[in-house]
């Protein structure tokens, strides 16, 4: 095993794979030319598009290019509105960066679709954010109307007011005790297009100003959980196909855009942040592409809003997520965080490959879940969701919470242990390889040893289990405007180890090639040790010494134990780690690289930059 010294030596430039030596650190020159050629990119295939899409008319507008076709997909569009707060907001940009290009028949036509269609609020973080973003803007644009004017009958002032005291309150909760909605690589996309809504175009000053120090605050959290492209860690929402095959995450779009990661990709939902006036703080950017040296990131959310069948109304999340410059792991502590799409833990690594991921989970499904987050009547609770979320009842799904699933992670060593009584709604764990890796060898030591690239993934159930080969896969697929489509597409092949003992668990060990020095001597050290365990109903443990000396103790479901100390989850930081610190209650984030550090003051609405030899406000 290499020793942590060696991490320090990570002086490779691999600019061709994401990464930057932070000896030859970009200027902030060199980072907006990048930019604009990126933007460049992405608008160069909507200007011209034939297609139909609120990102072809976008960019069109603030191009003035074919503003007849601009005209006609515009004014198609509002022919038959749909899409709730999907709706709401392109036709928000839409009219932004068009009203003084488009006709005035269509800038009233605009206008009266805000009257005669009543767009669905929704029921999630995402939902409320778009809505209100959207609402806000256009109570600015028509001032002074009536109620009789607006689709829900309130006046531009009221429809003004309860939209920003809502931002504000939304603020003013993730800056204090946490996001709700929090990490989740598909629904990156719906906070940006809020946030940049006013950002670009509020005329409060105190609202704009809030939308782009939120941009900051939420590409922050994204660039320390990021890796080429892709978001690490466990999330509170993510859809198949995005959970094992990264890159087609929301969130990577933007990393191409904002961070020069991952891979170009040509999506209307960028369309207004390549066109807009918001640019990303130089020191986010390192932050998102410096991997020379291995760090641990430790976060606190929240749970969204308990109803039902819970004494607090937002517990706490905390996440813990080790980062290399060739793979990451990150964890939830587990139980229901969040209902449908948690992501608990996984390893994802930079491989080449489009499955560049090693997961785990138990597929829980129930009424009782879906209950504690949604007022309907539970009866019905399943056949809803299914009908939205196809895969929330599948057996074999790949994303979801379960109240029997708890982990303990330690650097690049994870733990989970499930706890399942009999008659619960799946009666087996399921864990994902992917296909393409290089080497799937089970060893006789029971360690399940995996190479993809420079990474290394050791893999030990604590039960027996089999195999499943799988070349199909049914999910669920965000489209371009945010709904969910069925989908049954080849997934390229990969397998399913499946375990059904009801008491059960597993050891995951995550080593690169600079710390291990080799395949081979990553088995080697692996095969000198296996974890003892207890599965009895009830009492379910593990014992694991690492391959350095540490010794970890996990009683199921919340006793953790290193080196005999007991490790406490329950912190006053929501962040915690090299680069951003923000103490609970606070309303402030401090953004640190090297010399130089960035505030972000939500109570007093400020930004104030400090580096060497200097401090002030941006």
Known sequence: MSS???????????????????????????YRRGFEERARWVLSYFDT???ASFGSVIARYARNLDR???DSLLGEALRNPRGDMFWMFPVMNAYMFGKDRMSSELKAAVRNAWKTYAPYRGDTENHW?????????????????????????KSSTENRREAAEYLTEWVRITTTIGQGEFDTPDYFPEYASALLLLANFA??????????????????????E????????????????GVYIPLKSGASAFAYLFFGTGHPVATSWLVPAALGRY????????????????????????????????????????KYTYVTRDYGIGSLQGGILQPIQQHTWGVRFTDGSRMSTIFGLHPYWSSHELGMFFPEELKPLIADVVANKGTYNDPDKWTGSSPYERTFQHRNTLIVLYDIPPGTTSDHIDGFFPGTLEERIEDDSGWILCKAGETFVGWYPLADHEWIREDTITGVEKNDIGAPSDLRRPGGRHWRLRSHRLQNGYVVEVRSRQEAGSFAGFCAALRDRTPT???????????????????????YPDTRMLDQDPVVLETGQLFDGPFLHAAVGSQKLTITYKEQMRVLDFAALTVTEHRAGRVGPE
């Open 203 to 224: 005329v409060d000053t105190s609202m704009r100003k809030r939308g782009e120090m939120m941009l900051d605050y939420l590409f922050a959290d994204f660039a320390v």
């Open 279 to 318: 640019r990303l703080p130089l020191i986010i950017y390192h932050i998102a592409t410096d991997r020379s040296t291995p760090y641990v990131e430790r976060e606190r959310k929240r749970v969204r809003n308990v109803i039902r069948f819970g004494a607090e109304k937002n517990p706490s999340v905390y």
């Open 533 to 555: 365990a207890s599965l009895l109903p009830g009492n379910v443990s593990v014992s694991y010494r690492r391959p350095d000396g540490e010794q970890m103790e996990f009683r």
């Open 4 to 30: 942590p010294k060696h991490w320090l030596l990570l002086g490779v430039v691999l600019l061709g794979r994401g990464f930057v030596d932070p000896a030859s650190a970009m200027t902030e020159g060199e």
């Open 49 to 51: 598009s034939s297609t």
């Open 68 to 70: 007849p076709r601009a």
């Open 129 to 153: 954010a778009m809505y209100y973003a959207s609402l806000f803007i256009a109570a600015e644009q028509w001032a002074g109307l009536p109620g009789s004017e607006w689709f829900n009958g």
């Open 226 to 241: 990021h890796l080429e492209g892709q978001y690490l860690g466990g999330f509170s929402r993510v859809y198949q196909p």
